[in-house]
């Protein structure tokens, strides 16, 4: 039946501006993925010595950027439930071509690790660009929203690197100089479209000790239903993280793979993804609901992880890349189930809240996934599988299936009278 009146107009009036929040995100990972392939040649441009050093930097590099987002994403996601959404969008990305312009002529390591502080606090508006899809989003649709929003991150993360390699060939810095182009572009390109959706009705003053992560954290937490779903999803941040903590060490030593050929391993995984979270997902929730799409996934991600850690032969694991995909209609059906939990003046606190969930995963799993690794690709290890990562994973996966299972049947019981 063909939509008209007011709610056919809001989904016009919406198009701009969720094209830009598309935008937004895929610059946010673009931005990392373009500057990946320079940092090491930066750090040894400012800094001196070899790349053992380079790398023992570009670990803290990486890692003040993981912290402040985690730190940040609560106080940003409330600011925007006080001040709006739109100033706190369009100052981020302003602040953040600039933070990129200061690193394309940084003279010392201290201004490079400023700069990912800086950047990792600006990138820590994805919780409000989720708290804006949500204000504009049908609750039937929220999911399938988010699924759009995780596409289009994929995407940045596939295409980033790729354009960073082509960029090295003009220097070390040419990548940090595109990355600034691109967020002032978008930044003048969201002035003008950006509507405000935060209004006087779910405007909610901004408080120091519910928009630290701790009292954020305490705050959703006590929402019903919501605490085992936040292990839940920090649990799945946790497992699915694995391929990009342990992807490049795993199918070296596995399978023997060339840098080229995990470039074009790890592409095919994201434009799946891409494909998955984008379309697929947009199909599969409608019919099979949030819940069981949650379930579905944690399945497939589980065969999906078994199969990498025991099969042998790359090619076979190549052809596996649509199974593994499939695995990632979890996430945003998980993030529609708990966006509605929360009020309409909760979005931006609570987004900043999985924001800093899905931060702390981003910490602790390479350090995780990478020492298992090492234990059992190591030759004094008891017994010998490189794939051992994924079958933690696949474990992983399990429990969050079990928590998810157990706190829905809970919240059914407690709203029963």
């Known amino acids: 039946m063909r939509t008209s009146g007011p709610r056919a107009e809001q989904t016009m009036s919406n198009r701009l501006p969720m094209l830009f929040i598309l935008i937004t995100l895929m610059i946010d990972s673009m931005g990392i993925g373009l500057i990946m392939p320079v940092m090491p040649d930066l750090i040894i441009d400012v800094q001196g010595g070899d790349l053992a050093s380079a790398a023992i930097w570009g670990g803290v590099l990486a890692t003040s950027f993981a912290v402040m987002q985690f730190l940040f994403s609560p106080v940003v996601g409330s600011l925007s439930d006080r001040f709006g959404r739109r100033p ?62 995780s596409a289009a991150f994929g995407v940045g993360f596939v295409i980033g690197p790729m354009f960073g390699g082509l960029l090295s060939t003009f220097g070390p810095r040419a990548p940090f100089v595109a990355a600034a182009a691109l967020a002032g572009l978008n930044f003048a390109f969201g002035y003008f479209v950006l509507p405000e959706t935060v209004t006087d009705r779910i405007r909610r003053p901004f408080m120091w000790r519910r928009a630290n992560p701790f009292g954020a954290f305490k705050n959703i937490g006590n929402l019903p239903g919501l605490k085992g779903l936040l292990v839940v999803y920090f649990l799945y941040q946790i497992a699915f993280f694995v391929y990009p903590a342990i992807w490049s060490y795993f199918t070296q030593e596995r399978f023997g793979w060339e840098p080229v050929m995990v470039g074009y391993s790890l592409a095919a995984f994201g434009v799946s993804i891409a494909i998955v979270q984008g379309g697929l997902i947009r199909l599969i929730i409608p019919r099979l609901g949030e819940s069981r799409t949650v379930i579905i996934g944690f399945l497939f991600n589980m065969i999906a992880c078994l199969a990498i850690g025991t099969i042998t032969n790359g090619w076979v694991v190549l052809a596996l890349t649509p199974l593994t995909a499939l695995g ?41 996934m990478t020492s298992t690794f090492s234990y059992f690709s190591n030759p004094a290890a008891p017994i010998y599988l490189p794939g051992a990562p994924f079958l933690l994973s696949m474990v992983l996966m399990g429990l969050c299936a079990f928590v998810f299972l157990a706190t829905s049947r809970r919240s059914v019981a407690t709203s029963t009278p």
């Open 88 to 149: 706190v969008l369009l100052i981020s990305l302003a602040v953040m071509a600039l933070d990129y312009a200061v690193m394309a002529i940084a003279g010392t390591i201290w201004l490079l690790f400023v700069g990912r502080i800086i950047g990792g606090i600006t990138a820590a508006t994805q919780s409000t660009a989720s708290a804006f899809v949500a204000d504009i989003s049908a609750p039937e649709k929220k999911a399938q929203n988010f699924g759009l929003m």
């Open 328 to 368: 990632a209609i979890a996430g945003p059906a998980m993030q529609g189930i708990i966006s509605r939990i929360a009020g309409d003046d909760q979005q931006g606190e609570l987004q900043g809240v999985l924001a800093s969930v899905a931060a702390i995963g981003t910490i602790l799993s390479p350090l995780i």
